[in-house]
T-cell receptor, first 112, second 114 residues
Framework: SQKIEQNSEALNIQEGKTATLTCNYTNYSPAYLQWYRQDPGRGPVFLLLIRENEKEKRKERLKVTFDTTLKQSLFHITASQPADSATYLCALFMDSNYQLIWGAGTKLIIKP | DTGVSQNPRHKITKRGQNVTFRCDPISEHNRLYWYRQTLGQGPEFLTYFQNEAQLEKSRLLSDRFSAERPKGSFSTLEIQRTEQGDSAMYLC????????????FGQGTRLTVV
């Protein structure tokens, strides 16, 4: 069966440390993978995209890796801040039908 | 154009009533998506438009759900004979025809069926 898995339990990280979130998938061959941030009561906000032929992408304090052999993406936030607290969603983009397939998200809590 | 706009933000309705939601996408975006999201879950795909054409509809979607995008601009999602299980956040997103297909979401419409 096809599925996307993200850490279901909330991730608690001390301010200033690096937070690492995981997205694993099975039985998909995405063209690329996207990461979004979602705050309570709001729609998701796009953060980063990584293509299947890219190993790593960076944007300011954010870094994403993509291993198509392991079928896994890691999302890192360095020098984490309490304002980074949110739910982070990964989504696979299927270019066969222009669909985004979503994980359930991981809630990140940065403690001051 | 400041982004994707959805109305209303909140809707409380009695079971059995019909409801309609509106989405105004970013004006130059050809692709428009409707999703449903419940607490602790990721967005669940409902339907997808490219311009005015409805190209995909989730097989999980009941016949009580219908969506339109009459002129390839704004879209409406109607739910007929609402049930308590329809209570959720309904999200609309748009994407440009070209580019990296990042989705721009509206704030969502929170539906509560009582």
């Amino acid at each position: 069966s096809q599925k996307i898995e993200q850490n279901s339990e909330a991730l608690n990280i001390q301010e200033g440390k690096t937070a690492t979130l995981t997205c694993n998938y099975t039985n998909y061959s995405p063209a690329y993978l996207q990461w979004y941030r979602q705050d309570p009561g709001r729609g998701p906000v796009f953060l980063l995209l990584i293509r299947e032929n890219e190993k790593e992408k960076r944007k300011e304090r954010l870094k994403v890796t993509f291993d198509t052999t392991l079928k896994q993406s890691l999302f890192h936030i360095t020098a984490s801040q309490p304002a980074d607290s949110a739910t982070y969603l990964c989504a696979l983009f299927m270019d066969s039908n222009y669909q985004l397939i979503w994980g359930a998200g991981t809630k990140l809590i940065i403690k001051p | 154009d400041t982004g994707v706009s959805q109305n209303p933000r909140h809707k409380i309705t009695k079971r059995g009533q019909n409801v309609t939601f509106r989405c105004d996408p970013i004006s130059e975006h050809n692709r428009l998506y409707w999703y449903r999201q419940t607490l602790g879950q990721g967005p669940e795909f409902l339907t997808y438009f490219q311009n005015e054409a409805q190209l995909e509809k989730s097989r999980l979607l009941s016949d009580r759900f219908s969506a339109e995008r009459p002129k390839g601009s704004f879209s409406t999602l109607e739910i007929q004979r609402t049930e308590q299980g329809d209570s959720a956040m309904y999200l609309c997103a748009s994407s440009p025809f070209r580019g990296e297909q990042e989705a721009f979401f509206g704030q969502g419409t929170r539906l509560t069926v009582v």
